[in-house]
């Protein structure tokens, strides 16, 4: 499976951004998803994940209220839908494919090559 995440950019803090990781597979519609974020010399921290069927979803408590993941199995998309962005969430996204129950990076696999999040005061 092979997943590419796009929609990254430069904004100013308070506005959205959407950002969309689509699939090389339509057998990606049997795995729950995830988001993650990654700041220069960290490891990558758990954003927001769904299920397979998009009933159930998780956010970490920095983005919840604001962030919004969603999916899209007949497009084989997934997306992130942020709100209200801060200068703390500039950061790397990453999409992947949930192996088994848990929110660190090693619960997932198949990551998309990134996209950069940029947020100015």
């Known amino acids: 499976v092979q997943l590419q995440a796009s929609g990254g950019g430069l904004v100013q803090a308070g506005d959205s951004l959407r950002l969309s990781c689509a699939a090389s597979?339509?057998?990606?519609?049997?795995?729950?998803m995830g988001w993650f974020r990654q700041y220069p010399g960290k490891e990558r921290e758990f954003v927001a994940s769904i299920s397979s069927d998009g009933e159930r979803t998780a956010y970490a408590d920095s983005v919840k209220g604001r962030f919004t993941i969603s999916r899209d199995n007949a497009e084989m998309t997934m997306y992130l839908q942020m709100d209200n962005l801060n200068p703390e969430d500039t950061a790397v996204y990453y999409c992947?494919?949930?192996?088994?129950?848990?929110?660190?990076?090693?619960?997932?696999?198949?990551w998309g090559q990134g996209t950069l999040v940029t947020v100015s005061s």
């Open positions: 992947a494919r949930r192996l088994r129950v848990g929110v660190g990076p090693n619960d997932f696999d198949s």
């Open positions: 597979t339509r057998t990606l519609r049997y795995y729950g």
